[in-house]
């Protein structure tokens, strides 16, 4: 589970004479296994509300709690480890392109210092979870998007997390591709009970992958609305708005 307790991220204007708030205090609960969107337009604050969840922005103010531990209070070790437990995936894949498919997804494996054995043996648990066993000793130049992405996910799924955080995970793909990547996510959902945390501007994602779904706007949490049948009812303008113009 993940609880977000009235955090909030501002940053320096360019001039250093005022501030931008990207992220107004916000509260938050997300339940284990939930597939949870955040929806906006440009500007809304999403991929920033992302990041302070596992503290790749730091907030301000606020504690930011995942599966009970407070992060916001952990030491930089104490976070290093916490981190395992919270993947990461990439609007722009950000594979390392000198690496393998395998190599990049042990990467993660590596850092957190398993043995050899048991880095391979995951690896390829990983790759064939999201079918790209195939492509094991492929460089990133020689994959497609969708395999690209598909390999970011092996990636943020190979230290076993509960958590995994998608910022923009198919906006560089054509819909076929989405599609793939979208169910290749909800696979993962479904047989590990991982929460995944979405951002995307894109309402059909919302439509097609989510339980329940945050809109914000210019840094404002505002409503959050649950997704059945595909159907989004939002009592918001804003939401309104979003929803007409899927």
């Known amino acids: 589970m993940i609880v977000l307790e009235q955090v909030g991220k501002r940053y320096r204007s360019r001039d250093n004479q005022g501030w931008f708030t990207a992220v107004e205090p916000t509260s938050l609960t997300i339940h ?4 949870f969107g955040l929806m906006g337009y440009s500007g809304a604050g999403k991929s920033t509300l992302l990041r302070l969840i596992n ?4 907030p301000e103010q606020g504690r930011v709690i995942v599966d009970g531990q407070d992060l916001t209070a952990l030491s930089p070790a104490d976070l290093r480890r916490a981190r395992q437990n919270i993947g990461m995936v990439f609007q722009q894949f950000n594979l390392l392109s000198n690496r ?5 997804v042990a990467f993660p ?18 790759l064939e979870i999201v079918h790209l066993s195939d492509r094991a000793q492929h460089y990133p130049a020689q994959l497609s998007g969708g395999q690209k992405q ?5 990636r943020a799924l ?16 054509d819909p076929a591709t989405t599609r793939s990547v979208l169910a290749c996510l909800e696979d993962i959902n479904k047989k590990f009970n991982v929460t995944i945390v979405i951002v995307t501007h894109e309402m059909s994602v919302i439509r097609r992958l989510c339980d329940r779904t945050a809109l914000l706007h210019n840094g404002k949490l505002l409503e959050v609305v649950e997704v059945n049948n595909n159907q989004i009812h939002a009592q918001s303008e ?9």
């Open 32 to 35: 284990q296994g939930e597939i």
């Open 55 to 58: 503290l790749l922005e730091r």
């Open 100 to 104: 393998t498919v395998a190599q990049n």
């Open 109 to 126: 494996l590596e850092v957190a210092g398993w043995d050899k054995q048991k880095i391979d043996q995951r690896v390829a648990e990983c």
């Open 150 to 154: 598909r390999v970011g996910i092996a």
């Open 158 to 173: 190979a230290p076993s997390p509960h958590v995994i955080l998608a910022d923009e995970p198919t906006s560089a793909l």
């Open 238 to 246: 804003i939401g309104r708005e979003l929803i007409r113009e899927d």
